[in-house]
């Protein structure tokens, strides 16, 4: 059964730093695009943070430019995502997802061009 777990998440102050990860089991996901996405309350789940399955390509949102960084460690079959200089906008329930392959359209910002999803985890901004 292939499960993706997030950790991580939680209650930080503006300014702070909060560093989710992505455990993956149940089949390898080296060779797919992993994405993180967000969704807050009342809002759709949105694109956040994407990486290449060599990890030499990285697309992120306007928004966390310069501020998240996306990384993967196959050999983990992890994926996390470094948040810096969090702000209360940016708080939500943040989801891990997967491709099957890593053959689609990139950057994959779409819901839709994934295949796997975690059950997110919350973070939650102060001001």
């Known amino acids: 059964q292939v499960q993706l777990v997030e950790s991580g998440g939680g209650l930080v102050q503006a300014g702070g730093s909060l560093k989710l990860s992505c455990a993956a089991s149940g089949r390898t996901f080296s060779s797919s695009t992993m994405g993180w996405f967000r969704q807050a309350p009342g809002k759709e789940r949105v694109f956040v943070a994407t990486i290449s399955w060599r990890s030499s390509n990285t697309a992120y949102r306007d928004s966390v430019k310069g501020r998240f960084t996306v990384s993967r460690d196959n050999a983990k079959n992890t994926v996390y995502l470094q948040m810096n200089s969090l702000k209360p906008e940016d708080t939500a329930v943040y989801y891990c997802?997967?491709?099957?392959?890593?053959?689609?359209?990139?950057?994959?910002?779409?819901?839709?061009?994934?295949?796997?999803w975690g059950q997110g985890t919350q973070v939650t901004v102060s001001s």
């Open positions: 997802a997967a491709t099957a392959t890593g053959w689609g359209s990139w950057p994959s910002t779409s819901t839709d061009e994934y295949d796997y």
